[in-house]
């Protein structure tokens, strides 16, 4: 007869809850029942996978080691009692990237777990990504033991404590369960950071490798739930009417929508037209704005196009909503030339008094906008804007002639590929064409793909384009793709990366095949960083170190991998438009190559139309902005 050990019974309870959990449809439908008792004993491991079920995180990435040992044994439990899914991966940055986007994209909110050291280091990095672009996830480390026995193996080699914590505690929220008893405590202002309405980002729960099978008492009912917060605004109508006053008297208004107008469509598009003001865009909000619309002036900035700039410039007056305003976005402080006062719609106190001469209106994005927008409608305050609004449609006109001659041109002589090959700008415009032929997101990888490629989408809302302009992450876009496996209503992905960002995180195609992603990859290969190549260009007239003499056949590297369809993506424009149709019919991930131009031809590219505090350009830029009333 087989005795029971005391780890057996440990395994054995957790399974029961598990099965528990499952059967009642949830944790707290498994308590109300009776299935389970709102007082148990568990391993802090289970009870933190316990609290985290609590706020919907069903979903971990991990890549597993001597530092999570115990929280992989309790994930396996719940995962064959179909409680939870845990996802492996093969690079702590790849699948940090993969989690933002699957709460990116589609709302869920996803875990990610590494052992200590390293690859906590690794995925550390790559939550870079999801704080700036205000994305909340969970990132689950091991940490070094409490019992302070000696160094652990891959801790940080200094003799000091909680290095670890304190590192990330500079990236976002952090929590050293040192205690297992202050579970509730860390979750609770996890819940918060992960779900912030105005600046969400990453959550590091640190767990030493000696307090993850210690024992406590958990009361499930008191385990945070995710907060749920009214939307804000202003009380009262002073702000409201002072900003409607304000546009009313103003001849040329602009408005510049940040990223956090993502998913505000209807109320900016409602503001816009009744302020009548132009609108100008960030890499992270097209679509905020149907392309067409006679108002949306696309990105401005320094990366911008003709019409965004041009709004920008002449703008008396600025309604800044849901930006960071970086350096980029507004050319270093000094794109609102001829602005005298600014209007700001943020939630987030610091970035909406970032301006001088602000009226500042804080507080939800949505209610504000509409709020002001009701107030406009009642005053006619678009009244005396026509020949604005006229000015600002022939820029855009100007913008549609330029990237037309651009998206037409003939293949370009290429001293690398020694032979005609595509223009960065035509090829992205033809396989964007394609995404939105076939309704498939967008994502686009740091570099001179990701910069051409925001002033060419034709987006007609938000959400129909992802790009990682918050840190420029290279090898986003390719993990990203990932998430798409996570979900039972998927959508078609296609990705937009250079050779370069392909390079930083080629693991997806192992990692898309394992967990079935299906969508594309295309890499616009132009064997240099371009968009550095430019700016040397510009700045000192010579190109230096941003290119290599190495080879990569592309087609070759993809199709080693079993399960990959790998595609030449041709020299034409027809060649490609066939590349993309066979890739498309492909059940599960295709890698798609094509050579595209970088050279002195200034048809090759779109051009930047904007100043930034960057080389030799920092002194004007400084210059100017200290003259700037704003």
């Known amino acids: 007869m087989l005795t029971r050990t005391p780890e057996d019974e440990k395994r054995r309870q957790i399974r029961a809850r598990a099965a528990a959990i499952r059967n009642a449809g949830g944790l707290d439908a498994a308590v109300a029942q009776g299935k389970l008792s709102k007082l148990i004993e568990a391993t802090l491991s289970e009870a933190l996978v316990l609290g985290l079920l609590k706020q919907g995180v069903s979903k971990y990435l991990a890549i597993f080691g001597h530092g999570s040992t115990d929280l992989g044994d309790v994930l396996r439990i719940y995962e064959e009692e179909s409680v939870t899914r845990t996802f492996n991966c093969r690079n702590e940055v790849e699948m940090a990237h993969a989690a933002t ?33 205000g994305v909340g996830v969970y990132h689950i480390y091991g940490d070094e033991t409490t019992f302070g026995e000696g160094y652990n193996m891959q801790q940080v080699p200094k003799e000091e404590q909680g290095l670890f914590g304190r590192m990330t505690a500079l990236m976002g929220g952090s929590y050293i369960l040192h205690t297992p008893e202050a579970l509730r405590d860390a979750l609770r202002r996890g819940a918060l950071a992960v779900n912030h309405p105005y600046r969400a980002g990453p959550f590091f729960l640190l767990l030493p490798l000696n307090t993850q099978p210690a024992r406590m008492q958990v009361n499930l009912a008191t385990l945070p739930e995710c907060p749920h917060l009214p939307a804000m605004a202003p ?24 990223g956090g107008t993502r998913g505000h469509d209807a109320a900016i598009r409602r503001l816009a037209e009744a302020a009548g003001a132009a609108v100008v ?56 030339k001829s602005a005298k006062h600014v209007i700001n719609i943020n939630g987030d106190l610091a970035d909406v008094t970032h301006y001088n001469n602000t009226t500042a209106l804080p507080g939800d994005i949505g209610a504000v906008a509409d709020r002001l927008a009701a107030k406009l409608e009642a005053s006619w305050a678009k009244a005396n804007k026509a020949e604005w609004l006229k000015a600002c449609l022939a820029k855009k006109a100007e913008w549609a002639a330029f990237k037309l ?37 967008k994502f686009f990888d740091a570099g001179d793909v990701q910069a051409n490629g925001f002033q060419v989408v034709e987006d007609d809302q938000t959400g129909d384009t992802f790009t990682e302009t918050g840190a420029s992450y290279m090898g986003f876009a390719t993990s990203a793709l990932l998430a798409s496996a996570m979900v039972e209503k998927p959508r078609y992905g296609i990705v937009f990366t250079g050779d370069g960002s392909f390079m930083m995180n080629p ?49 070759k590297l993809a199709g080693a991998v079993s399960g990959v369809k790998a595609l030449h993506g041709g020299f034409s424009a027809d060649d490609l438009r066939s590349a993309l149709r066979e890739a498309h019919k492909h059940d599960g991930l295709s890698v798609i190559h094509v050579p595209v131009y970088s050279g002195p031809d200034e048809l090759g590219g779109l051009g930047a139309w904007g100043q930034w505090n960057v080389g030799n350009w920092c002194e004007g830029v400084q210059r100017e902005w200290i003259a700037q009333d704003l």
């Not at 192992?510 to 960083?529: A, K, L, P, Q, Y």
């Open 101 to 133: 986007a699957l709460r990116w994209q589609y709302g869920e909110i996803p875990a990610v777990v590494t052992s200590i050291g390293p690859g906590a280091l690794q995925a550390f990095a790559g939550s870079l990504a999801a704080a700036s672009n």
């Open 235 to 258: 009380v009262g109508d002073i702000g409201i009417d002072s900003a409607a006053k304000l546009i009313a008297s103003a001849k040329r208004v602009a408005i510049k929508a940040g």
């Open 281 to 336: 865009l960030s890499p992270g909000s097209t679509g905020i704005l149907p392309d067409a619309h006679p108002q949306n002036m696309h990105v401005g900035g320094s990366k911008g196009s003709i019409s965004g700039n041009h709004a920008m410039t002449h703008a008396d007056l600025v309604i800044v909503i849901g930006s960071r305003s970086v350096c980029q976005a507004d050319c270093s402080g000094i794109g609102y």
């Open 405 to 441: 001659v651009r998206y037409d041109a003939r293949p370009f002589e290429d001293p690398v590929w020694k032979k005609p090959v595509l223009g960065q700008p035509a090829a992205i415009k033809i396989v964007a064409d394609f995404a939105k032929e076939i309704s498939a997101a």
């Open 507 to 555: 693991q997806i195609l192992i990692d898309g095949i394992e967990h079935g992603v299906r969508g594309t990859i295309v890499i616009f290969d132009n064997r240099r960083m371009a968009a550095i190549t430019g700016l040397q260009m510009a700045q000192y007239g010579q190109e230096f170190r941003t290119n290599d003499r190495v080879a990569v056949d592309y087609v």
